[in-house]
């Protein structure tokens, strides 16, 4: 079973920064972050590949940055210049590879249980 642990969440004004890790359990292909939306929907926020290889959603697109550490099996979102509606519970996912590339819309397998994210003044 493969086990993700998020952390780093908490309350910060607008404009702030926030840096967000997940923690695996083993080196996987596929790793992103993901917001939980209306009706257990998921935006895809944030996703890198096994080499480093990107992927962001438009709304976080120049404020954002996922990056990896293979060698620690760790996944970290740099937030800056965060706004109101970036609110929300941010879960930590990952999925194995199936022939296509890892991306925001890449079909996820495992998942984190969220961190809260929470912008207001």
């Known amino acids: 079973q493969v086990q993700l642990v998020e952390s780093g969440g908490g309350s910060v004004q607008p404009g702030g920064s926030l840096r967000l890790s997940c923690a695996a359990s083993?080196?996987?292909?596929?790793m992103g972050w993901f917001r939980q939306g209306p009706g257990n929907m998921h935006e895809g926020i944030a996703t890198a590949d096994h080499n480093g290889r990107t992927d962001y959603a438009d709304s976080v697109k120049g404020r954002f940055t996922v990056t990896r550490d293979n060698a620690e099996n760790t996944l970290s979102l740099q937030m800056n210049d965060l706004r109101p509606d970036d609110t929300g519970k941010y879960l930590c996912?990952?999925?194995?590879?199936?022939?296509?590339?890892?991306?925001?819309?890449?079909?996820?397998?495992?998942w984190g249980v969220g961190t809260l994210v929470t912008i207001s003044s």
């Open positions: 083993v080196d996987i292909y596929c």
């Open positions: 996912a990952a999925a194995r590879f199936d022939g296509r590339r890892c991306g925001v819309l890449y079909a996820m397998e495992y």
